[in-house]
């Protein structure tokens, strides 16, 4: 297939320090024709976040991890990308990290250990939810050139009326008529 006709791959970036865990994982989602850009170190997942997050489609993160946690990582994406989906995964009972993931806007919350199945249907919700925030953006920005255009044009109507009523002089009547 030519490449011009194949859609674009989505690109999940995971990151995760335990490297057993990100192996299984970056495996499990490649062997599901996902694009994988897998990271054990959140301060580096971070780095290239920055420069890269328009080239991907979402981000799953554990929760607790040394140097920066999932939290501070998902507050940290949220100042690049308001509409970026995070998932954030943890394999402990803290409500509190939990809430705070949920305040900071995380589009999923998944509990170690991750069943495939509730991964699948996250990352499907998660892709599609993107996809329609993204439709609705270029809808937006086409009809915004679309009103600035339409706009010019009655604009330069204007003036051309303006113009011709400017050449024509004032109205002359002549008697009988």
């Known amino acids: 297939m030519p490449q011009a006709n ?30 994988v850009e897998a990271y054990s170190c959140p301060i580096e997942a971070f780095e290239f976040i920055s420069r890269e997050h328009s080239r991907i489609d979402l981000v799953i993160t554990d929760i607790r991890m040394p140097g920066m946690d999932g939290i501070r990582l998902l507050a940290g994406i949220r100042d690049l990308s308001s509409t970026l989906p995070v998932l954030l995964m943890t394999g402990y009972s803290d409500f509190e ?12 919350i998944l509990l170690k250990p991750i069943d495939s199945h509730q991964l699948q249907w996250s990352i499907t919700r ?52």
Not at 11 to 34: F, G, R
Not at 145 to 164: D, G, K, P, S, T
Request: proline letters at 4%; glycine letters at 6%; charged letters at 25%.
């Open 97 to 108: 990290q939990v809430l705070e993931g949920i305040r900071n806007h995380a589009f999923d």
């Open 6 to 35: 194949r859609t674009p791959k989505t690109t999940i970036m995971l990151v995760d320090d335990e490297p057993l865990l990100l192996k299984m994982m970056a495996t499990l989602l490649e062997s599901c024709d996902y694009g």
């Open 126 to 177: 998660a892709v599609g939810h993107l996809k329609y925030q993204r439709m609705e953006l270029h809808y937006r920005a086409q009809l915004e050139e679309r009103v600035i255009h339409l706009n010019r044009l009655v604009h330069e109507q204007f003036a051309e009326l303006q113009r011709l009523q400017d050449n024509s002089g004032p109205p002359t009547f002549t008697e009988g008529g």
